[in-house]
Every structure is written in structure tokens, then in C-alpha cells.
């Protein structure tokens, strides 16, 4: 070929061995050798920790049975026989309370149980310390039902209670 532009390909030589893997050192030099690995911790456990854990959760165990026991001591001492002080009110026995007054130009009528304002509904409930809230002011307790029905009166003004009642949600 003359002029020589065109190339042609070269086969391409395999790597020497030498440069596939580390040569392995001259044996003159001694092996070097690795720093000691510090010391791990076997899998299973010691004498002691089984012992420690033992010790803890039978520890665990006898404060919850001790706990458990202090607490319902009162409840097996008491008396069977003897009751709590039922709440006052027309359930026990006690005389209802009943009203029906004119109180800031209306007529409140109704008992412990039931609050008209001017023949309309005024929905009640009782506490669980015996007083009394409404729908009209819940955000205050009043001791008596009558007591509950004149803030009513004070909070409503002129305006009527509505006959539908609470909403339900």
C-alpha cells in the first residue's frame, strides 16, 4: 500500500498474568501482619447477665403484683353492706323540687326533672357533683335547678327558647 492512510487493526495482547492478580511477596520479607481485632462480644450471654435479668424482671413482676394489691386493698375492705350516698333528687326518694315563678318578665315553671321558660323547654342536665347546667349556659354550674333557669332567663333576654330542642350530633 502506498501512502499508507489506511490503518489496519493490531490485535490486541492478553494482560501478563502478573497484572490479573497481586504477586504474592518475595519469601525473604516475612508476612506482614494485621493489627490485633479488639476483643467482641460473644453471642451468648454470660452467667451474670442471665442472672441480671433474672433479678429484673422478677423485680418487675413483684412491683406489679404489689402495686396491683395496694391498689384494690380499699375495694376488699369495704363493706358489701354498706353503699354509697345515692345523689339526692327524686330517684332516692327526696321530694322533687318544684317552681313557678315570674322571674325577669317570664313565667319559669318546672321541677329538678323539667324547666319551662314561658311553656317552652328548657333542656337540663345534672352533674355528677349535683349541680346543674343548660343549653343556654353551659359554661356554668348552678346549684339548683331554678337557680339554672333564672341565668337562662338572664342570658336570653328577650329572645324565646326554640321548640325544636338540641341538635343531636
Do not use: C, W
Not at 508476612?31 to 435479668?53: A, F, G, I
Not at 345523689?87 to 318544684?98: F, H, K, S, Y
Amino acid at each position: 500500500m502506498s501512502g499508507g492512510t489506511k490503518l489496519e487493526p493490531r490485535p490486541v495482547a492478553a494482560r501478563p498474568a502478573e497484572f490479573l492478580a497481586p504477586a504474592p511477596p518475595p519469601p525473604s520479607q516475612p508476612p506482614q501482619s494485621s493489627p490485633p481485632l479488639p476483643p467482641t462480644r460473644s453471642t451468648q450471654p454470660t452467667r451474670s447477665s442471665r442472672t441480671r435479668r433474672f433479678f429484673l424482671r422478677a423485680a418487675f413482676a413483684f412491683g406489679a403484683i404489689g402495686g396491683t394489691a395496694a391498689a384494690l386493698t380499699p375495694i376488699f375492705r369495704a363493706d358489701p353492706r354498706k353503699s354509697a350516698a345515692p345523689a339526692p333528687g327524686p330517684v332516692d326518694g327526696m321530694p322533687d323540687e318544684r317552681f313557678d315563678e315570674m322571674y325577669g318578665g317570664r313565667r319559669i315553671q318546672g321541677t329538678a326533672s323539667g324547666v319551662r321558660i314561658d311553656g317552652r323547654p328548657l333542656h337540663l342536665m345534672r352533674r355528677a357533683d349535683g349541680t346543674y347546667v343548660s343549653v343556654v349556659n353551659h359554661f356554668e354550674s348552678f346549684p339548683t335547678a331554678l337557680a339554672t333557669a333564672r341565668a337562662a332567663v338572664d342570658d336570653l333576654g328577650g329572645t324565646q327558647l326554640s321548640l325544636a330542642g338540641p341538635a343531636l350530633h
